[in-house]
């Protein structure tokens, strides 16, 4: 490894870059890692962790509007986005020096610039230095996707909603998945009156219909005007930098903001990839194995850059793997299957394992168990909204294939059902398992 200048050298600071470089430091290796934005990526800066923040936040509005119920006589409440926003980025900026930290603890040589590979075993800076790398690991995450329209320019994506100097009082979003989902139930209960557009009739395509198809009368309920099978066809400014959103039925909606959240692309533009012989995917990701190696031996490439399963969780154990294998005598591969993941739309949906087309399509014969109830937490509230939770099961074995489920706090509470699933576990495991009442989680182990 002396004959070149690192031993690991990783473009993109992001969550799978910096623990790739971590744990490699930890094993010895001596590692550099060059990041031209902020350090932390997608999901500290502009992604996960500031939008649950605001999640958070929004969700007091609906605490607020039925506090009297439980007791609480509050006064006259305003919000103030601009205070809001500000601790949220705060916070952003701690975790970004607490990874910079971490980097500098594992003895992980940092260049705060951009870098793009030149070749099987080099990288070049953007200040023109040049360096050699015995492997080269790729981290550079996905950008959000704005489609082609007129007018395009004047909207936003996920990467600019956390900066806006102030809270659109009529926001458009545009798009069915969980970031378009998540933001319009954010800045609905904060008090902006929020129009989704969406191209399809469906939205959270991957995630259990039954489930998802309760969640827009919730959503209309709570004030969202939802428009579906249709989508943006031109943007224009006109006074008082308002916008004028003409859809593809005809229809005119004048705005102060549009959000597009229609997908995110893997970040490979420019990076030099050809100069190792490493040719992109449809979608423009870099094609890895089990290993996360792409077709040169040298080069590696982990998180969503290679449109496997981009979720944050997931990168970090590719990182993980990655690093172990290279430098740490345990070579290793990351399971893919049984993936948990979540909405924190409002209420939140979350699921593990197989929906049910899924699991018929794969075991044939399915037994389904559900559980349709009104969550305590609601009863102080007007709505009539409830809870719902579905599991399936292979009919033969009785294992348990998939659970999902929305309403309140269903992210917290799915994380303990996707070990059961992932260990193997029977729905006679979960009827065995006595229930903690009164609790909305008890409901697992209660399905009939």
């Not at 205070?83 to 040589?109: K, M």
């Not at 559900?370 to 969550?375: E, G, K, L, Y």
């Amino acid at each position: 490894m002396a004959d070149y200048d690192f031993d690991l050298f990783t473009i993109g600071a992001g969550s799978g870059g910096v623990r790739a470089s971590r744990i490699a430091g930890s094993h010895g290796a001596k590692v550099g890692i060059a990041e031209e934005f902020r350090y932390g990526g997608t999901c500290v800066i502009r992604g996960c962790v500031p939008k649950k923040m605001l999640v958070y936040a929004s969700m007091f509005a609906e605490e607020l509007s039925h506090a009297e119920n439980t007791g609480w006589t509050i006064g006259q409440s305003t919000f103030d986005w601009a205070r809001l926003r500000d601790f949220v980025n705060s916070d952003v900026d701690r975790l970004e020096g607490l990874y910079g930290n971490t980097l500098g603890n594992a003895g992980v040589e940092s260049f705060s610039e951009r870098a793009v590979i030149t070749g099987p075993n080099s990288v070049k800076l953007a200040s023109g230095k040049e360096i050699t790398a015995r492997y080269i690991l790729v981290a550079t995450g996905a950008e959000p996707i704005i489609p082609p329209f007129e007018g395009s320019e004047h909207c936003i994506t996920s990467n600019e909603i956390f900066y806006l100097d102030e809270q659109p009082k009529r926001l458009l979003v545009m798009g069915g998945g969980y970031i378009a989902v998540e933001f319009a139930g954010i800045f609905n209960a904060l008090g902006s009156k929020v129009t989704l557009v969406n191209r399809s009739e469906t939205i959270l395509r991957t995630y259990e219909q039954s489930i998802v198809e309760r969640l827009p009368p919730i959503m209309e309920a709570r004030g969202m005007d939802l428009k579906f099978g249709q989508q943006i066809a031109k943007v224009e400014k006109v006074a008082e930098g308002a916008l004028l959103a003409t859809l593809t039925s005809g229809e005119v909606i004048e705005v102060d903001q549009v959000l597009i959240a229609t997908g995110r692309s893997p970040n490979t533009n420019g990076l030099g990839l050809e100069t190792a012989g490493i040719e992109l995917g449809a979608k423009g990701e870099i094609p890895v194995d089990a290993s996360s190696k792409t077709s040169c031996d040298s080069i590696y490439a982990v998180g969503d850059v290679t449109d496997r399963v981009q979720l944050t969780p997931v990168a970090i154990r590719e990182g993980h793997a990655v690093a172990d294998s290279l430098f740490g005598g345990n070579p290793r591969v990351v399971d893919h299957s049984c993936i948990a993941s979540a909405v924190f739309s409002q209420p939140s949906i979350a699921g593990v394992g197989l929906t049910e087309d899924e699991a018929r399509a794969e075991y044939g014969e399915v037994n389904v168990y559900t559980s349709d109830f009104r969550p305590m937490k609601n009863i102080f509230s007007p709505r009539m909204e409830r809870g719902f939770y579905k599991m399936i099961t292979d009919a033969a074995s009785d294992k348990v294939l998939g659970i999902h489920m929305i309403g309140p706090e269903s992210a917290e509470i799915i994380q303990a059902a996707a070990v059961a699933i992932k260990a193997g576990l029977t729905k006679a495991d979960f009827d065995a398992t006595t229930a903690i009442h009164p609790t909305m989680a008890e409901e697992l182990v209660l399905l009939k």
